[in-house]
Every structure is written in C-alpha cells, then in structure tokens.
T-cell receptor
C-alpha cells in the first residue's frame, strides 16, 4: 500500500533556528496538508496546498511558517525561527480526492 | 469555522463490551466525518468514515451513525478487544472549509482483558 513518507522522524533544534520538515506524498495525489499535534492534545490543521499554492491556512500558520513543493515530489514545511511552543508532532498528509487523507508517520520536533 | 466536540475524553471497558464515542459539530454545511485511531507515537489511521447522505455505516465490529439534524455522529465498537485500546479522534470537514479536517479532542479508550 502506498505511504506518505516523512523525514526526519525526530528533530531537535535550538530556539531561534530554522527547521525544514520533509514529506514525500503519494505520487498521484493532488492535495497536500500539514497538521501538528502537541503532546496529549488534538490534531490541528496548519495548511493545505493544491495546484502549487496554499488553498487554506490556519491562524497557527503565521509568517514564521512556509510550505513548498520544490520538485514535484517533495512537500516541505519550513519554520524560520523556532519557538519552544513549536515543539510538537508534525504530520504531513496527502489525498487524491480532497478529504480522503493518508497521513505520514510524523516528525517529532523538539525545540530546546 | 467548524468546531468539533468529542466525549468522553476517557473510556474504560471490559473486553467484549461495547464502546460508544460521541461527537458534535457546528457547521451544518460539513458533509464528511471520518474517525481515526491513533496508537501511542503513531500516525492517525482512518478506521471508518461517513458522508452526510448516509445515516449509518458499518464495517465488521465498527459502526458510525450520523444525525444531521442534531449535528452529531457516533462511533460504536462492539466486542471490544485489548488491541482496540488507543486514542480515537473524530473529525468533520466540507462545508465552508473544503479539504480541511477539524478534529475533536480525542478519546482514550482502554479495553481491559
């Protein structure tokens, strides 16, 4: 069964540093998403991406965040200047038909 | 935007019993309601979903019911097994935020052998 692949599985970074979280969606999928989950809390929407542009973003997705699909296969989330409260599990997801998601295994980001 | 409330936050049952988790949503235009199971440290995995043109859907021991008028939907697990122990999340989507899932707060289900 096709999978959404995320790297790294765990990233530790100093506060104020930039991080890039990488995702390889399922190859024929058209819709791409980033969600985050703070430990013990619910999964929260960050951003959706379709046709090479952001289609929707949440209030969490401020100017410190950006997404890119640089080469037609990868889908990246960049956080420019990390804060302690950015520590969370970040899930990438993709879908062929909007809403029918496949989630990746996640990247645990720890900001120290 | 959509708001999804989920109850209970924790649920403890004996093996073989049934478990029911309930969710309410606020956006009457939402039309897609998936349920995810998440084991510790793992990704959310879709276990069943329902669209607003259907009132009930069943897949072996799992069923979901939807009441559009009351804006609530429920997950029913029968003959629970210890491996059903996990966190379960409901979500709503469609309507004004097409493509975006709004999750409930999660229910920690523990099935005691």
């Amino acid at each position: 069964e096709p999978e959404v692949t995320q790297t790294p599985s765990h990233q530790v970074t100093q506060m104020g540093q930039e991080v890039i979280l990488r995702c390889v969606p399922i190859s024929n999928h058209l819709y791409f998403y980033w969600y985050r989950q703070i430990l013990g809390q619910k999964v929260e929407f960050l951003v959706s991406f379709y046709n090479n542009e952001i289609s929707e973003k949440s209030e969490i997705f401020d100017d410190q965040f950006s997404v890119e699909r640089p080469d037609g296969s990868n889908f990246t989330l960049k956080i420019r200047s990390t804060k302690l409260e950015d520590s969370a599990m970040y899930f990438c997801a993709s879908s062929l038909v909007s809403l029918e998601y496949t989630f990746g295994s996640g990247t645990r980001l720890t900001v120290v | 935007g959509e708001n999804v409330e989920q109850h209970p936050s924790t649920l403890s049952v004996q093996e073989g019993d049934s478990a029911v988790i309930k969710c309410t949503y606020s956006d009457s235009a939402s039309n897609y309601f998936p349920w995810y199971k998440q084991e510790l440290g793992k990704r959310p995995q879709l276990i069943i979903d329902i669209r607003s043109n259907v009132g009930e859907k069943k897949d072996q021991r799992i069923a979901v019911t939807l009441n559009k008028t009351a804006k609530h939907f429920s997950l029913h697990i029968t003959e629970t097994q210890p491996e059903d122990s996990a966190v379960y999340f409901c979500a709503g989507a469609g309507g004004t935020s097409y493509g975006k899932l709004t999750f409930g707060q999660g229910t920690i289900l523990t099935v005691h052998p």
